[in-house]
């Protein structure tokens, strides 16, 4: 897994992208970004590749249960985010 190194932006960056937030949508010159069609957009997923950060963090839990979940393979960490998740969820429903 790679990680991402968050470099401080320069002060011109800054200034940059600034100018570019103020600016007009019609402003914006879209001249080498063909258009796109609501048949392109078709099947179009939103959030497909999103992934909330992760937090590293201390918890104690019952040996017998991390036992259980490292004998489910190496991910076994994935496995339990994925469960705390689907806990999550339903409780919000």
């Known amino acids: ?3 991402v190194h968050n470099a401080k932006l320069t002060r011109k960056q800054l200034e940059e992208l600034e100018a570019l937030k103020s600016m007009p949508d019609e402003e914006i010159d879209y001249s ?3 258009a796109t069609t609501a048949e392109q957009w078709q099947g179009a ?3 497909r590749f999103y992934h909330p950060a992760k937090e590293p963090l201390t918890l104690r839990i019952d040996a ?5 979940f490292k004998a489910q393979g190496k991910d076994y960490q994935d496995h339990i985010n994925a469960l705390l998740r689907r806990a999550m969820m339903a409780e919000r429903r």
């Open 45 to 47: 997923e939103v959030g």
């Open 1 to 3: 897994m790679s990680k």
């Open 64 to 68: 017998d249960v991390i036992a259980w």
């Open 32 to 34: 080498d970004i063909p």
